[in-house]
């Protein structure tokens, strides 16, 4: 048993890990076979593509994919830390699940991802959750197939959770959700410890994957014919530098674009590491979706300083308006924190002011939500839930006017949308633009999911566009 422990995963040493080449005991291959197993995922798309790769694993061992709970004999929840709302949807999940588990004996549940890093949680589940069969965590997801193995055949409760991290697994299968757009991690764990934030604890320092790895993981994809690649990471901006000298996101944004898929991506950006460089390389290429998703958290030099991000709102606002003049046509989505301890009204009018100044086209914006273990946890609050509440409601207003108003400037252009799905509604499809935007639209002409078509914009909603494929 190894349970989880905050201080030991603090620790920022410049320990050398290795990269190493996956395996699997080929002993358990097909162990399984006629199971079924559910697994339910919570986050970000980092967790997303942790998922491919766990559904890829418990394949391996023989399992069949089944898209409801109660069809399953195994459940896994691969879960997020990031707030207060997600851990508590894992943790309700696991409620029903003990139902389902009185009726069903031999089902096996399981609970891996950021919120298994958390000693709290781990706490929790061996003093109330005696049932659940087995725990894992982020830095030994690539064993998850002898952790179950064990949990089955031992019929016991395993906690396998490891507070530093391990060696940089490569050749991990994937099982991908579809077959044109992709993602890639390209860099795991943070070392900015915002002083709110779990990351640098559930996910352990920056740890970048070398180039060829992820070259050769990419030119697969074009070969395989996927129309969009998005580059992963915690932090995504500070890729190479614990790796090279001379080697950063831009260099490697650069080698990618030219391999000429059609569209790249990348999230999630801290501005501290959003160098010059990486401005121009996505404005040279026209393959590099002009969408950045660039967090501000705050529009108070003072709260960010509270928050521990290092960046004033004057130095953000030079940041936004590089990327603004050197990358044609960008669209810019951030994150907004309301009610951080110790902010005042002044300083959420900073925030309000920002917003009226950046004019965003998407923001995903939250009450504060206090981590167990992070420094924000202990900060004096002394503003009511209620008053933040109504922060955030003023504060949607204005990002909801600008969402509309961006929208709106769209109306009756052309636009390149990689098409998703069927929508909703009848003879309808959906899918993305370059910039990011949800268009449904129609068309009068076969096309296929997966295709990109240029569709013209013939209304403007907040949160989407309506269009049809311009004949």
């Not at 195994?74 to 696991?94: D, P, Q, W, Y």
């Not at 521990?308 to 960008?330: A, M």
């Not at 009226?356 to 924000?376: E, I, L």
């Not at 009756?412 to 009848?426: A, Q, R």
Request: charged share 30%; aromatic share 10%.
């Amino acid at each position: 048993m190894h349970l989880p422990d905050y201080k030991e995963a603090r620790t920022r040493d410049r320990r050398d890990y290795r990269r190493i080449d996956f395996s699997f005991d080929e002993k358990i291959k097909d162990k399984y076979k006629g199971k079924k197993f559910f697994l339910k995922t919570y986050g970000c798309q980092m967790n997303e593509h942790d998922s491919e790769n766990i559904s890829a694993l418990l394949i391996k061992l023989g399992f069949s994919k089944v898209d409801d709970y109660n069809d399953a004999d195994l459940v896994l929840l691969n879960t997020c830390s990031i707030r207060e709302n997600a851990h508590n949807k894992a943790f309700g999940m696991l409620g029903r699940l003990k139902h389902l588990k009185q009726t069903k004996p031999d089902l096996i549940v399981g609970l891996c991802g950021c919120m298994a890093q958390e000693a709290s949680v781990v706490e929790e589940i061996l003093r109330d959750y005696k049932w659940v069969n087995f725990v894992f965590g982020t830095h030994n997801m690539y064993n998850l197939s002898n952790i179950i193995d064990k949990a089955i055949e031992e019929n016991k409760q395993q906690i396998e959770v490891y507070s530093r991290e391990g060696d940089l697994v490569e050749g991990l299968p994937v099982n991908r959700v579809n077959s044109y757009k992709a993602y890639v991690n390209i860099i795991y764990g943070c070392d900015k410890f915002c002083t709110y934030c779990v990351v640098p604890y559930t996910r352990g320092r920056e740890r970048s994957r070398e180039k060829e790895d992820i070259l050769k993981e990419v030119k697969a994809l074009v070969d395989d014919g996927y129309k969009e690649v998005t580059l992963l990471g915690q932090n995504v901006n500070a890729y190479g530098k614990d790796l090279y000298d001379d080697y950063t996101l831009a260099n490697l944004l650069e080698e990618i674009a030219i391999m000429g898929i059609p569209r790249i991506r990348f999230t999630t950006s801290h501005p501290w590491d959003f160098t010059d460089k990486m401005i121009e390389v996505i404005g040279k290429y026209p393959n590099i979706m002009p969408s950045v998703h660039l967090p501000v958290q705050s529009g108070s030099s003072r709260v960010l300083k509270l928050m521990g991000r290092r960046y004033t709102k004057e130095s953000y606002l030079e940041l936004f308006n590089k990327i603004k003049k050197v990358v044609p046509g960008v669209s810019i989505s951030t994150d907004i924190i309301v009610g951080f301890p110790g902010e005042e009204e002044e300083d959420f009018l900073e925030t309000l002011d920002l917003v009226n100044t950046c004019k965003y086209d998407n923001a995903f914006t939250f009450v504060f939500s206090a981590r167990v273990g992070t420094p924000a946890e202990k900060l004096p609050d002394n503003t009511p839930l209620k008053e933040k509440e109504e922060r955030l409601q003023r504060l949607n207003e204005v990002v909801n006017k600008y969402f509309l108003e961006n929208n709106k400037k769209l109306e009756g252009s052309v636009v390149p949308v990689l098409v998703e799905g069927i929508s909703d509604k009848k003879n309808m499809y959906y899918g993305y633009s370059d910039t990011n935007k949800l268009i449904n639209f129609s068309s009068n002409k076969s096309i296929n999911v997966g295709d990109i078509v240029d569709v013209k914009i013939t209304k403007a909603k907040t949160w989407s566009l309506d269009g049809e494929v311009d004949e």
